[in-house]
T-cell receptor
Framework: SQKIEQNSEALNIQEGKTATLTCNYT??????LQWYRQDPGRGPVFLLL?????KEKRKERLKVTFDTTLKQSLFHITASQPADSATYLC????????????FGKGTRLHILP | NAGVMQNPRHLVRRRGQEARLRCSPM?????VYWYRQLPEEGLKFMVY????????ESGMPKERFSAEFPKEGPSILRIQQVVRGDSAAYFC?????????????FGPGTRLTVL
């Protein structure tokens, strides 16, 4: 079955630096790969979507890359701020196969002032 | 322009009781998804519904769990005879459709505690 791996340990980054989070998956490449942000006690919030035929997508300080050969996506936050501290979830939209979205466990990011 | 609404936000039940979780999708959205999240775990897909239809319930336990999305009113996730292992956060999401641009918008979740 399809599996997603995200860094299970929390990531501590100094304010102003670039934070890079990793999402690896097995088996099939998704139609789309999505990134969400989740704050404690709240539901996930959609951030970015990248298609399987795209290499890179940007939105303000966020950048996502997608390598279907490596079966990996990287999520970058540049000029990080303490307000970026949250859990970031990677999700595979398997619309091309069985119409499900499969979520990773997420990586907790702490931006240190 | 209200987002996805879920209620109650917190629900406490004793073993053997029934839990009913409600989800009102965003205005204009006819697709609803239910997920379960355990502490330190990812969101696990449970069921995908459109108005009056269950499209995919492959993630939902076969016993004690049911979901509906009637023509009028919210979507309901019903858990009968709850057990301690049902304690989790249950999130509902809605979308306009299942196209590329149809992002899922999540509600704040219902935290179920089974005593």
């Amino acid at each position: 079955s399809q599996k997603i791996e995200q860094n299970s340990e929390a990531l501590n980054i100094q304010e102003g630096k670039t934070a890079t989070l990793t999402c690896n998956y097995t088996n099939y490449s998704p139609a789309y790969l999505q990134w969400y942000r989740q704050d404690p006690g709240r539901g996930p919030v959609f951030l970015l979507l990248i298609r399987e035929n795209e290499k890179e997508k940007r939105k303000e300080r966020l950048k996502v890359t997608f390598d279907t050969t490596l079966k990996q996506s990287l999520f970058h936050i540049t000029a990080s701020q303490p307000a970026d501290s949250a859990t970031y979830l990677c999700a595979l939209d398997m619309k091309n196969r069985d119409d499900k979205i499969i979520f990773g466990k997420g990586t907790r990011l702490h931006i240190l002032p | 322009n209200a987002g996805v609404m879920q209620n109650p936000r917190h629900l406490v039940r004793r073993r053997g009781q029934e839990a009913r979780l409600r989800c009102s999708p965003m205005k204009g959205h006819s697709h609803v998804y239910w997920y379960r999240q355990l502490p330190e775990e990812g969101l696990k897909f449970m069921v995908y519904l459109q108005k009056e239809n269950i499209i995919d319930e492959s993630g939902m336990p076969k016993e004690r769990f049911s979901a509906e999305f009637p023509k009028e009113g919210p979507s309901i996730l019903r858990i009968q005879q709850v057990v301690r292992g049902d304690s989790a956060a249950y999130f509902c999401a809605s979308s306009r459709g299942r196209g590329e641009a149809d992002t899922q918008y999540f509600g704040p979740g219902t935290r179920l505690t089974v005593l």
